[in-house]
C-alpha cells in the first residue's frame, strides 16, 4: 500500500538559508499535518491542511510557511534557518470522512540540519 | 489545552517478558482517541494501537494490549512476550474527537524500551 512520502530524507544547510520539504500524502488523503521533532525531543506539532486550507496551527515560527497545492501534497518552507531548527520533521495525512479523520499515517521523516 | 504525560524516561525488559508502558493525560473532553506509536532507531513512527474513549472495552493488537482507566485518565501499554525488535522510543498521544478536521496529536515525552537477550 502507498505511504506518505518526505523528500528530501536528509538536507544539510547553513544557517541564514531557506529550505523546502516536500510530503506526498497517502492517495485520497485530504488532511496533511507537519510535525516537528528536536533531538531526544516529543514530536510538536507545527501546522495542519485540511483541502487546501489551514485547519490549525501550533508551534510554527513566523520564518516557517506552508501550504498545501491542488494535487493534496503539502510543503513546508523555512527561511533564515537557525542551528535550532535542525530537527527531524514528520509529515503525516488522514482522511476526513462522516465528520471525524481516519488514523494519521505518518511519513520517514526528513532530518533537516543546519550548520 | 490536554497534556500527555509519560513519567518513566527508560524502561528495560527481559526478551519474552512482559513489560508495561505508563501515561497519564489531562483532558477536560469526554470524547477523544489515544494512541500509542512506536519510534524504531530508523526514526519511523509507528502506529502500534488505538483506544476509543468512548469504549469501555480495552483494545488489544497481538502482543500489545492497553489498560485504559478514564477515570483516572491512564493509559497504560502492556507488551507481552517481548522481543528484541520492540526495543524503541515509545510515544503515548491523544487527540480531540470532536475537531473535525483539527485533528493534531499531542505526544509525551516518550519512553525509550531496551530489550534485554
Known amino acids: 500500500a502507498a505511504g506518505v512520502i518526505q523528500s528530501p530524507r536528509h538536507l544539510i544547510k547553513e544557517k541564514r538559508e531557506t529550505a523546502t520539504l516536500k510530503c506526498y500524502p497517502i492517495?485520497?488523503?485530504?488532511?496533511v499535518y507537519w510535525y516537528q521533532q528536536g533531538p531526544g525531543q516529543d514530536p510538536q506539532f507545527l501546522i495542519s491542511f485540511y483541502e487546501k486550507m489551514q485547519s490549525d496551527k501550533g508551534s510554527i515560527p513566523d520564518r516557517f510557511s506552508a501550504q498545501q497545492f491542488s494535487d493534496y501534497h503539502s510543503e513546508l518552507n523555512m527561511s533564515s534557518l537557525e542551528l535550532g531548527d535542525s530537527a527531524l520533521y514528520f509529515c503525516?495525512?488522514?482522511?476526513?470522512?462522516?465528520?471525524?479523520?481516519?488514523?494519521?499515517?505518518f511519513g520517514q521523516g526528513t532530518r533537516l540540519t543546519v550548520v | 489545552a490536554q497534556t500527555v504525560t509519560q513519567s518513566q524516561p527508560e524502561m528495560s525488559v527481559q526478551e519474552a517478558e512482559t513489560v508495561t508502558l505508563s501515561c497519564t493525560y489531562d483532558?477536560?473532553?469526554?470524547?477523544?482517541?489515544l494512541f500509542w506509536y512506536k519510534q524504531p532507531p530508523s526514526r519511523q513512527m509507528i502506529l502500534v494501537i488505538r483506544q476509543e474513549a468512548y469504549k469501555q472495552q480495552n483494545a488489544t493488537e497481538n502482543r500489545f494490549s492497553v489498560n485504559f482507566q478514564k477515570a483516572a485518565k491512564s493509559f497504560s501499554l502492556k507488551i507481552s512476550d517481548s522481543q528484541l525488535g520492540d526495543a524503541a522510543m515509545y510515544f503515548c498521544?491523544?487527540?480531540?474527537?470532536?475537531?473535525?478536521?483539527?485533528?493534531?496529536?499531542?505526544f509525551g515525552k516518550g519512553i525509550t524500551l531496551s530489550v534485554r537477550p
Open positions: 483532558t477536560s473532553e469526554s470524547d477523544y482517541y
Open positions: 492517495p485520497r488523503h485530504d488532511t
Open positions: 503525516a495525512s488522514s482522511l476526513y470522512t462522516g465528520g471525524a479523520n481516519t488514523e494519521a499515517f
Open positions: 498521544a491523544y487527540r480531540s474527537f470532536y475537531t473535525g478536521a483539527n485533528s493534531k496529536l499531542t
